[in-house]
């Protein structure tokens, strides 16, 4: 299967971001063509990270297929030849989306990322540690690193174009997108996470935190969009590995984030742009991982 740092598609581009580029089909509908790019501390890699686009689109389309019912969403399709019957521009591209494309409803996005935290770990458990607090608002006294929080808390976070999002209030949100809107996204967002959390943990992952984001369609119903809970919008952690006290290992970027580390400690790197070269091990673990990633979360290898 190639590999895809940038894509050029005959269609008219509309966006890019760390990993997507997004392009217009018509009126009513994207494309969003996932690359093997990958970041890590906020820096985009030069090297592409094999079948990584593939995993991040399929598993997207995996949970867009259990939640039918559950919410309305965005997907049409992620399977290739369905793609192409429907965009026939994209016949000479298979190669190209094989695997990475998903047809998507446009919706109009609302400026807000909603995480939502089952387990305190990450920059949550940093705040908490120093002050007690999740986004500024008190959490129970006595909590440890990686302890699973009942019920999960719903965390919102402003989008940025660059650099890390902002922890928000609830009451911030509020502000920004009116109490109506902002009831329904924090419901969404626990009825996606029950659901995931819940079938994610009979495959031996815990999703210990997660994020969605979500828009309005043309009909005005607000629906998920984007990617669904996986390695890279999720903290994914080993059940038969879990230990509350201490920080996990994660499904996901490990391999590349602890090079990173490596290289910072050493003096050879200092954070920003351009980062160091991978070597071709840290490429094909990586790789490895978001692939293992699939198939505990879906049961079976990925096929495409």
């Not at 500024?136 to 690193?145: D, M």
């Not at 669904?228 to 970027?253: E, I, N």
Request: charged residues 25%.
């Amino acid at each position: 299967m190639n590999t895809v740092l940038a894509s050029d598609l005959p269609l008219p581009k509309i966006g890019r971001g760390k990993v997507r580029d997004i392009y217009k089909v018509d009126a009513d509908r994207l494309l969003l063509l996932t690359t093997d790019r990958i970041s890590a501390f906020d820096v985009v890699m030069a090297e592409t990270i094999p079948m990584k686009g593939a995993v991040l689109t399929q598993v997207s389309a995996f949970w867009f297929n259990e939640l039918e019912g559950v919410v309305p969403h965005h997907m049409i399709t992620a399977n290739t030849d369905e793609i192409i019957e429907q965009v026939p521009a994209l016949q000479a591209h298979r190669a190209a989306i094989l695997g990475r494309a998903m047809l998507c409803r446009r919706t109009t996005v609302f400026p807000i990322e909603c995480v939502i935290r089952g387990y305190l770990s990450g920059s949550a458990w940093k705040e908490y540690a120093a002050q007690g607090t999740l986004a500024g608002e008190k959490l129970p006294a006595g909590l440890v690193e990686s302890a699973k929080l009942e019920p999960a808390i719903f965390s919102p976070a402003t989008k940025a174009e660059s650099g890390h999002d902002e922890n928000i209030t609830i009451a911030r949100m509020r502000e920004i997108v009116g109490d109506e809107v902002a009831y329904t996204l924090e419901s969404m967002t626990r009825a996606i996470y029950t659901l995931g959390e819940e079938l994610a943990r009979e495959q031996g992952i815990i999703i210990a935190d997660t994020k969605f984001e979500f828009g309005k369609d043309q009909d005005g119903r607000i629906i998920l969009i984007d990617e669904v809970m996986t390695p890279d919008s999720s903290r994914f952690w080993a059940v038969d590995d879990y230990v509350p006290g201490r920080g996990q290992a994660s499904f996901d970027k490990q391999p590349l984030r602890d090079y990173l580390d490596a290289e910072r400690r050493a003096g050879r790197w200092n954070g920003d742009a351009p980062p160091p070269p991978l070597p071709a091990s840290v490429v094909d673990a990586t790789s490895k991982r978001y692939l293992e990633a699939y198939r505990r979360i879906t049961g079976s290898e990925l096929k495409i």
